[in-house]
């Protein structure tokens, strides 16, 4: 009973610096709008009456307490507080108050990062473009698998789709507008092809242009408007910057040439491959495309050229050196149990950690896999970081990411937990998280303590 | 009919005495005696006044037990048709029939007394139909020939464009008729307003002419009127708009006036028909019908807060990529679906004949045991609207029941004999007979 009267005395403490702080908080803090204080002050009824853990099922707000957070843009927040509300981050940091009735995650030991993004992957889930929600299969084995890897968005079928169990509410994301070209060294007539119609396209832009002037300016302009034909729709799309080019590159010959092609055209474009791309670091940082590199690919070096030629382990370091964005994708772009671990979807971060043994600063990697993957996606206002207004699509490890013995225990896309390592059936097995919490143990002792010898 | 089965006569009462009787209407009775007359339960219970001149078929001693005969929900091996999976609601399970010689006898010896039949085919194939097994003619007449909407769903954008489209234009068609009937009253209401001025002008004028007029008279003037006059009068009656035969089943269920099934083969089939649903109400059924692998359990909660009537093949499943075994049907009843439907675990014959086996594993799996009988016959029939000719046991209720002689579902038991309105269709001893000879 003394541990009662202890814990009126504590709250009433609580209550008493509430009063003092708050409003002194507010005097120093300039008002933002954004942060709603959802939690007011309690009333002593409240209090004493309230059990202060009570959970609610369906509370918008979700906390993840203890967790060291890896929010990739403002560094690392050792045992911080998430608090997410419908589906967004509300806020984080060392200070959250905890609104009432909040679901809770106790990560306490657990790294939380913000979800990974598999750029370019196919076959994760089904479904092409707008089709994709009609198509999802949210109890599907790859959306599970997926969550268990750490991936909360892919790319797939020219669309963004979240991996969500048990839910089709917001698993479609956007269309990306890709335009898959072929710029390849060993089909000079391909080149040729696509050179000639990227001019025509950048001739019909000229023309257009002149004429809308010719027809602003002068009164009795007749010309007719400049017809769009010799090119491929998306070609046109593609120069006016409503599309981003896809292409795939891996020699020294074609990264060059790509370079050459984009610099005659600029355009936004995504390379996919890079194999050599270390070679030419400085070239490739200039023409300001985005990057998809397999670290792991390799091709050994050719000794009858002159040129450097072949795969490096250091091929992301230098990249990233020289300032070139890139996203990592592993060799089997998709979810595969076909017995290879550590080649496909399944593990990516596996592939991110063989860029880190090649010198790649571990935060680069974490950025690969998460912020600069949503920018090349051009998500990166909503996904990529922990950050107050970002949606709350968070893994929690129970190691760091990078390593090989690490296991994602929940994954939570949309402020919703979406994966539970106890409650799949996949990896439950191996080193299962203890199910006692401290807050049990520590009940546990005190109850020990409390309970009259007997005898 | 079989000619050689015996007909009781008319007005006598027969007596039947079992040890045990499986009522569905609660638990199993002990002892009972069942007192038949005019194809009637007139009574029934321990202590049975027995009346003079009672036929009397005591089977107490015998092991045999008395159930409400089972009724198939989708015995789909009685039909056949190429269709594949478009809308063609225009179709009726009735019209694809392709019956075998003896097919009535077959089912009557598994206890069968009704079937459903579905149009075979995907995506809204049609509509489902109901037969009465009772062994009387070879080609049945059917017992509804036009029941529920049969409509399929599953995660791909053309099933779900097939549906959602549909929908949309019953809808279209309900405005149009809406709007058809509101034109109609209209002119109807603008006619008989005119009609009624003229009536009335010719009424002032005949009167300043002389006094009173005859009223028969007068009207038939008033039709004369009505033909010479240049308006054509409304219709009568409001004739609808034509509706496409494809979509009027969907405009009736939109309407409430009927009853779909919705097929459903995985926990993300049923997201996507909540998906597709979206805030309309509309009455339905849920059918389940995965392969050995399922993951509808994880949905279980949401079918079951529904509180509509489900329809599980009974079967034990597999949970997906895995061997660990799933019971079905005891999990939607631990999540508290009340109304299921226990149809074989296939539409094959040999599914039919493996039916009470499938049953009993589902049972000693979990399954409440009165909760597997009346999902067998009771349930089907309630679906089919057939609650009058199949019901439990109980006074005043039809005499019909099957002598099984033994536990139902023990797979080695056998119908012994079934009874449909006191009249006994199938007599297996009578059968074998046959069959021998």
Redesign the interface.
């Known amino acids: 009973m003394s541990q009662n009267r202890l814990q009126f005395l504590l709250a009433l403490l609580w209550l008493g610096f509430c009063f003092v702080a708050t409003p002194k908080a507010h005097a120093q803090d300039p008002p933002n709008p954004e942060v709603v204080d959802e939690n007011p002050l309690p009333t002593e009824e409240e209090v004493v009456e309230d059990d202060p853990n009570a959970v609610d099922p369906n509370s918008p707000y979700l906390v993840i307490l203890g967790a060291d957070i890896h929010t990739v843009t403002e560094g690392l927040i050792p045992r911080g507080t998430i608090l997410c509300k419908d589906g967004r981050i509300l806020k984080l940091g060392k200070r959250v108050s905890i609104p009432k009735g909040a679901r809770r995650i106790d990560a306490r030991g657990m790294q939380a990062y913000p979800g990974l993004i598999a750029v370019d992957s196919s076959g994760v889930v ?2 092409r473009g707008q ?1 994709l ?9 790859n959306v599970d698998l997926g969550l268990a890897g750490g991936l909360t968005l892919v790319q797939t079928g020219g669309a963004l789709a979240k991996l969500k169990h ?3 509410d917001g698993v479609f994301v956007g269309e990306t507008h890709w335009v898959k070209l072929s710029y390849s060294t060993t089909s000079p007539t391909g080149r040729r092809k696509l050179r000639e119609e990227l001019g025509r396209v950048r001739d019909y832009l000229r023309a257009h242009r002149q004429w809308a002037l010719s027809k602003e300016l002068e009164p009795d302009f007749e010309d007719p408007e400049p017809e769009a034909k010799g090119f491929k729709k998306e070609y046109l799309d593609l120069l006016r910057g409503e599309a981003v080019a896809r292409f795939s590159a891996n020699s020294l010959k074609d990264l060059l040439a790509t370079c050459d092609l984009l610099e005659e055209y600029p355009m936004q474009a995504v390379i996919v491959g890079g194999r050599e791309a270390w070679a030419c670091a400085g070239r490739l940082g200039r023409v300001g495309a985005q990057w998809v590199i397999t670290p792991r690919a390799k091709s050994w070096a050719d000794e009858t050229v002159n040129h450097p030629s072949g795969w490096s382990i250091e091929n992301a370091r230098i990249l990233w050196e020289h300032g070139v964005s890139f996203a990592i994708l592993p060799n089997e772009r998709w979810i595969s149990t076909g017995g290879l671990a550590g080649r496909d979807l399944l593990t990516l971060p596996m592939e991110a950690a063989f860029a880190i043994r090649g010198g790649l600063p571990q935060q680069a990697a974490l950025r690969a896999l998460t912020l600069d993957a949503a920018k090349i996606l051009g998500v990166d206002h909503r996904l990529g970081s922990l950050e107050p207004g970002k949606d709350a699509d968070i893994i929690l490890c129970d190691g760091d990411l990078f390593h090989y013995r690490t296991f994602v225990q929940w994954a939570v896309v949309d402020g919703k937990v979406v994966y539970d390592k106890m409650k799949a ?1 996949y990896f439950a097995h191996i080193r299962p998280r203890s199910a006692d919490s401290l807050e049990e143990v520590v009940e546990e002792i005190q109850r020990a303590i409390d309970a009259p010898e007997e005898e | 009919m079989l000619q050689d089965a015996p007909r009781d006569p008319v007005g006598r009462a027969v007596v039947y005495r079992f040890d045990k009787v499986e009522t569905l209407d609660g638990e199993a009775l002990e002892n009972v005696t069942i007192l038949v007359r005019n194809g009637v339960i007139e009574r029934m219970g321990k202590a049975v006044v027995i009346p003079e001149h009672a036929t009397m078929h005591d089977y107490r001693g015998s092991g045999k037990i008395a159930m409400p005969p089972f009724a198939l929900s989708h015995a789909n091996f009685l039909v056949r048709d190429r269709r594949g999976s478009g809308r063609n609601a225009k179709y009726r399970a009735v019209d694809s029939l392709w019956l075998e010689e003896g097919w009535e006898k077959d089912l009557l010896k598994e206890g069968v007394v009704l079937v459903g039949v579905d149009p075979p085919g995907r995506g809204v194939p049609g509509r489902t139909s109901v037969l009465r097994v009772d062994g009387q003619v070879e080609t049945p007449d059917p017992l509804v020939a036009d029941l529920h909407l049969k409509i399929t769903v599953s995660n791909s954008s053309s099933a779900k464009r097939l549906i959602r489209d549909s929908l949309a234009v019953a809808d279209k068609a309900i405005e149009k008729e809406n709007q058809a009937r509101k034109d109609w009253e209209k002119a109807r209401a603008d006619w008989e307003a005119k009609q009624k001025e003229k009536a009335e002008e010719e009424k002032k004028k005949e009167q300043t002419e002389d006094g009173t007029i005859p009223p028969a008279v007068a009207q038939g003037e008033d039709e004369q009127k009505d033909k010479d006059g240049q308006e054509q009068a409304p219709p009568e009656e409001f004739t609808p708009p034509p509706v496409d035969p494809n979509i009027a089943p969907f405009v009736e269920w939109i309407r409430q006036q009927r009853v779909a099934q919705v097929w459903l083969s995985s926990g993300a089939d049923w997201l996507h028909w909540q998906d597709l649903l979206g805030e309309r109400e509309l009455p339905y059924e849920i059918v389940l019908w995965h392969g050995t692998s399922q993951n509808i359990y994880q949905v279980a909660d949401a079918i079951a807060a529904t509180e509509l009537r489900v329809d599980v093949p009974a079967r034990i499943s597999f949970l997906p990529y895995t061997r660990v075994r799933a019971n079905l049907p005891a999990e939607l009843a631990k999540a508290g679906v009340s109304k299921m439907i226990l149809s074989p675990s296939s539409d094959s014959w040999s599914a039919v004949k493996s039916y009470r086996f499938a049953v009993a594993e589902v049972v000693a799996n979990g399954l409440d045991r009165q909760m597997a009988l009346r999902g067998m016959s009771l349930e089907p029939a309630m679906s089919m609207g057939q609650e009058e000719v199949l019901g439990p046991l109980k006074v005043g209720s039809p005499a019909t029941f099957v002598i099984w002689n033994g536990d139902p579902l023990n797979p080695m038991s056998q119908a012994d004999r079934v009874l449909v309105d006191g009249v006994v269709v199938y007599d297996r001893a009578k059968a074998e007979a046959e069959d021998q000879s």
């Not at chain 1, 929600?133 to 084995?141: G, H, K, N, S, V």
């Open positions: 089904r479904g089709n929600r009609d198509e999802y299969d949210p109890f599907a084995l048990g839910t089709l059936p």
